[in-house]
């Protein structure tokens, strides 16, 4: 390997310098700055792998060994399904503190559209056929650890927020159609353990003709799941595939629209919800790639959060590129690269 990265050092050398003899014999001799950017540009300088090292979106360092980046992936998947039990919790309390059927808040879309009721179930299927095209992205991704642990880490975030904002003020059921279960009127361990485990297994979709437990409303779950999904496959796939990145956010909103046409959320939890799962989302990608800097703002030094952020994110310098190589593969030889995909910033 090390014979291989001289020799490509030597040709690219070489390539270079008969580059720059070219054009030193040509009439831009007394502007040597557009020499170097020339004979820069045009002649790439690429690694043993075959990557641009002159491409800024390409310069991605993993410091972190596999056992590090597997103890990251393990913590934030752990914080994710903490968070999710805290939901469930959360939800128990709120169920039984409902306020009466008969009393929905003013919405202009609930007021205004009839109720279906069979809309809700099929905004439960996409959301599964949403997850399941970014766990197949995630795995087929060449850091996929770094990938899990993002997600991991947002929605862990996005549903601690959730389980605090369902406890603190809660709404009226958007329609008395919807069958909720009837209160406990004994909220005791059982109670909260057996309602909590069900939420949990449920995995927070709401299947019709069910009873459910009420009052997770703002902000609405079903809308992170199918947001999150969007902005994974647009971040993380190439920007040549523009149209893709256009249907899965015209699925998204299709899914969304079916949650309200079932009158399951109020708008103001679909507006909500989608706001601070893409400004999280955009925010935690735009401070992941510069890491250290960050490090040497002193006002961040009292910001609670910053050390976790810091314990996911250090050891990573630049952009994750969009970079994909067949999974499971122990064969070095094999383990190459099977697509590689550059995009501008």
């Known amino acids: 390997m090390q014979v291989e990265t001289e020799i490509v050092k030597v040709e690219m050398a070489a390539r270079k310098m008969k580059l720059v003899s070219i054009i030193l014999r040509r009439s831009d001799v007394n502007k040597p700055e557009k020499v170097a950017a020339m004979s820069s540009e045009t002649v790439p300088m690429l690694d043993v792998n075959g990557v641009n090292v002159n491409d800024v979106n390409e310069l991605f360092v993993n410091k972190d060994t596999l056992k590090q980046n ?17 939901t469930g919790v959360s939800l128990v309390f709120t169920h039984e503190r409902l306020p009466h059927r008969d009393r929905r808040l003013p919405d202009v879309f609930l007021d205004n559209v009839e109720r279906r009721g069979w809309g809700i179930s099929v905004a439960d299927v996409m959301i599964i056929v949403a997850v399941v095209s970014c766990l197949l992205l995630v795995i087929a991704h060449r850091h996929r650890l770094i990938l899990l642990r993002r997600v991991f880490l947002l929605m862990a975030l996005l549903y601690l927020l959730r389980a605090l904002t369902i ?14 279960l009837p209160p406990a009127n004994n909220t005791n361990a059982t109670t909260i353990v057996t309602r909590s ?8 979709l709401t299947l019709e003709g069910n009873s459910i437990l009420c009052g997770d409303y703002f902000y609405s779950g079903h809308t992170v799941i199918l947001t999150m999904a969007a902005l994974v ?4 796939t190439p920007q040549s595939w523009f149209w893709v990145h256009i249907a899965a956010w015209l699925y998204a909103f299709v899914a969304m629209f079916l ?19 893409v400004n999280l989302f955009r925010t935690y990608h735009a401070m992941a790639e510069d890491v250290e800097k960050l490090k040497t703002i002193p006002l961040l030094d009292h910001v609670i959060w910053f050390p976790v952020f810091y ?3 250090s050891n ?30």
Do not use: M
């Open 70 to 86: 597997c103890l990251k992936t393990a913590s934030a998947f752990v914080f994710l399904v903490l968070s999710f039990v805290l």
């Open 167 to 180: 406890f603190v003020t809660v709404l009226p059921i958007p329609d008395a159609q919807l069958n909720c």
């Open 197 to 204: 485990f069900t939420f949990i297994l449920s995995g927070g």
């Open 233 to 236: 496959i647009q971040e993380y």
């Open 259 to 277: 949650i309200l046409l079932a009158h399951n959320h109020y708008t103001l939890d679909i507006v909500v919800a989608y706001y601070i799962t």
């Open 311 to 313: 314990y996911f994110e």
């Open 316 to 345: 990573l310098v630049g952009r994750v590129p969009r970079r994909y190589q067949w999974p499971f593969i122990t064969d070095q030889s094999t383990k190459q690269v099977t697509t590689s995909l550059h995009h501008p910033v």
